[in-house]
């Protein structure tokens, strides 16, 4: 099996937005950028046993992840999932402040996260209602899933039969 055919197995055993979060954990705690800029320092050592010597160094400070150091090491795959249910249970608010914005895919996520669904829908309400925003959205971290979105003319609710049935008595549907 080739290594992409690996990759598209892990894949279908996930699913995509698992293995989505997969590489977004990666991109988030694999020191990518760090390992190829010492990597490229590495280049300029021509002792051996001094490269040696610095290469286990990086390897111990920055070794990047791989979608495999994930999926198939025991403790990196609990790190990872903690990480990644925290991840789909906590919410965002992405604005737009004109349609050119809307169109080219250029929304500003509010830097605040919300655990409650209907603490993040009311902020967004009240950014809506208070400022020259076209249009904004309550989504999970993982911006794979949209709960609420609103603009001049539409105010839509998305997903909610995920929320308990406690909270979505009080969202209050249009």
């Not at 990196?76 to 004109?98: A, G, M, V």
């Not at 993040?120 to 993982?142: P, R, W």
């Amino acid at each position: 099996m080739s290594i992409t055919e690996d990759y598209d197995e892990i894949r279908k055993r996930i699913g995509a937005r698992k293995y989505k979060g997969i590489e977004d954990y990666i991109d988030t705690f694999g020191k990518k950028d760090k390992w190829k800029k010492e990597t490229v320092k590495l280049r300029n050592i021509e002792d051996v046993n001094e490269w040696e010597k610095k290469y286990i160094q990086l390897c111990k400070e920055c070794k990047p992840l791989f979608i495999e150091d994930v999926f198939l090491n025991e403790d990196e795959w609990k790190k990872f999932e903690d990480w990644y249910e925290e991840r789909i249970h906590t919410f965002i608010i992405e604005l737009w402040e004109n349609n050119a914005d809307r169109e080219n895919g250029f929304g500003q996520i509010l830097p605040e996260r919300y655990k409650d669904i209907k603490e993040a829908i009311q902020k967004a309400k009240e950014i809506f209602e208070t400022t020259e925003c076209v249009s904004i959205e309550v989504l999970t971290e993982d911006r794979e899933k949209t709960y609420y979105f609103r603009d001049k003319v539409n105010e839509k609710y998305y997903n909610i039969e995920e929320v308990s049935e406690e909270k979505e008595d009080e969202l209050d549907e249009p």
